[in-house]
């Protein structure tokens, strides 16, 4: 069983950054793929980025070149760098992280509002 913690979330003014994170318990599970979800309200969740165990990275065209995905294998852990954030960036984020099945993080939101 693999549990997924969130921090980082909050609310940010346009153009603004924050930095999301997701730690893995326990540590000595290996994980294969990590990534980022989000869900605006009213609409479905949509995929954001996602990091190999190879550390291969892949966005979506809404945040590419705006948001960078890293891992630190050694923690378990994966973040989300979000910078030039967007009104549209608001929702909830959720981290995954997959081994033989998807495991969720509970979600941590991010506004994005003047």
């Known amino acids: 069983q693999v549990q997924l913690v969130e921090s980082g979330g909050g609310l940010v003014q346009p153009g603004g950054s924050l930095r999301l994170s997701c730690a893995a318990s326990?540590?000595?599970?290996?994980?294969?793929?990590m990534g980022w979800y989000r869900q605006a309200p009213g609409k479905q969740r949509d995929w954001v980025a996602t990091?190999?165990?190879?550390?291969?990275?892949n966005y979506a065209d809404s945040v590419k070149g705006r948001f960078t995905i890293s891992r630190d294998n050694a923690k378990n852990t994966v973040y989300l760098q979000m910078n030039s954030l967007k009104p549209d960036d608001t929702a909830v984020y959720y981290c995954?992280?997959?081994?033989?099945?998807?495991?969720w993080g509970q979600g941590t939101q991010v506004t994005v509002s003047s």
């Open positions: 326990p540590r000595f599970i290996k994980i294969n793929d």
């Open positions: 990091i190999t165990g190879d550390s291969i990275t």
């Open positions: 995954i992280a997959t081994t033989w099945r998807d495991y």
